[in-house]
């Protein structure tokens, strides 16, 4: 296992349409998260899952964005109807359940709405 | 609303200085705050982290300094290398709950050769 992996890396759509994007965590890692991160700025949080469960979403996930992680392994992150503001670096990370558990991120895929 | 932010957007340092990169933060209930560093096109790396009962801690080469007085928290960075060039981030984090990192904006720290 060599880390967090995220795909696809690069994805360019065309507004309106949908888009998902995977995640396969470190495999022992029972928490998984998702942020945004647009030019300039650090990491906004989406959302996390602990196993299978998904037990918060931020204000920042609209009706528009839903996650899933199907039997607590990889994640899928889905955009409906894409709009220009969707376009971001959206960014993956796993844990142990743990304060000091370190979270160890993706590379990300980074959206691109025209 | 809770923010954690940063003093300096950009940071130039000659090669083999020690760099200095500054953060403040406004949630005193945060219970963890940790250093990232994101290179281009990467997601942010782990550097070094310190609970809210602690002032200092040391790793290779690097030193996290908490003041909670002021609510500033401060990533020192001996000797520098090329490759520390990167963008910089602090990030905080409570026990309870999701655990999430809330970050600031980042500083990028450029090394002059």
């Known amino acids: 296992d060599t880390g967090v992996s995220q795909d696809p890396r690069h994805k360019i759509t065309k507004r309106g349409q949908n888009v998902t994007f995977r995640c396969d965590p470190i495999?022992?890692?029972?928490?998984l998260y998702w942020y945004r991160q647009t030019l300039g700025q650090g990491p906004e949080f989406l959302t996390y899952?602990?196993?299978?469960?998904?037990?918060?979403k931020s204000r920042l996930l609209s009706d528009r964005f839903s996650a899933e992680r199907p039997k607590g392994s990889f994640s899928t992150l889905e955009i409906q109807r894409t709009e220009q503001g969707d376009s971001a670096m959206y960014l993956c990370?796993?844990?142990?359940?743990?304060?000091?558990?370190?979270?160890?991120f993706g590379q990300g895929t980074r959206l691109t709405v025209v | 609303g809770e923010n954690v932010g940063l003093h300096l957007p950009t940071l130039s340092v000659q090669e083999g200085d020690n760099s200095i990169i500054n953060c403040a933060y406004s949630?005193?209930?945060?219970?963890?705050f940790i250093w990232y560093k994101q290179e281009s096109g990467k997601g942010p790396q782990f550097i070094i982290d310190?609970?809210?009962?602690?002032d200092k801690r040391q790793g290779q080469r690097v030193t996290v300094l908490l003041n909670k007085t002021v609510k500033h928290l401060s990533l020192q960075i001996a000797a520098t290398q090329p490759g520390d060039s990167a963008v910089y981030f602090c990030?905080?984090?409570?026990?309870?709950?999701?655990?999430?990192?809330?970050f600031g904006q980042g500083t990028r720290l450029t090394i002059n050769p």
């Open positions: 990370a796993s844990s142990f359940m743990g304060i000091q558990s370190e979270a160890f």
């Open positions: 495999s022992e890692h029972n928490r």
């Open positions: 899952f602990q196993n299978e469960a998904q037990l918060e």
């Open positions: 949630n005193s209930a945060s219970d963890y």
């Open positions: 310190i609970r809210s009962n602690m």
């Open positions: 990030a905080e984090k409570k026990i309870q709950g999701a655990q999430k990192l809330v």
